[in-house]
């Protein structure tokens, strides 16, 4: 019997890029996801429902994919949840912040699929 895939949350204000997310996950049979706008919501959806992975963007507006991390660390219930950080700063910088907040893994935009796909079997371990 196949693995199944764990539940993914895609965060991210734009939706073309919460799309072409969800495209690639679709192609690469991780079928099960939603997608929220915003680390508020995001929050709310990661507090109501087991997921396995979250895909965020970095600069969003309430609440920034950083800040969603950094409370996704700290709570008790979420901070296992491997967590990767989507942005289109790629400076070195931006890349230590988001792993020492505690990133599973860091994508740059614009991205390639199999990038995606690379970051997203390391963060569930396979």
């Known amino acids: 019997m196949a693995e199944r895939s764990p539940k993914t949350l895609i965060v991210d204000d734009e939706m073309d890029t919460r799309l072409i997310i969800a495209s690639v996950l679709e192609l690469l049979a991780y079928d099960d996801f ?3 706008r915003d680390g508020e919501e995001a929050l709310a959806m990661l507090r109501a429902d087991a997921y ?8 969003m507006p309430k609440v920034s994919g950083l800040e969603l991390l950094e409370t996704m660390r700290a709570d ?3 901070k296992r949840i491997p967590f990767i950080m989507v942005t ?3 400076e070195e910088r931006h890349i230590v912040r988001a792993m020492d907040a505690g990133a599973t893994d ?12 690379e970051r997203v079997a390391k963060a569930l371990g396979r």
Do not use: M, N, Y
């Open 106 to 117: 860091f994508l740059i935009k614009p991205f390639e699929t199999r990038d995606l796909e």
């Open 52 to 59: 396995g992975l979250v895909i965020s963007d970095w600069v």
């Open 34 to 36: 939603a997608e929220a």
């Open 88 to 90: 289109a700063e790629g």
């Open 76 to 78: 008790r219930k979420l």
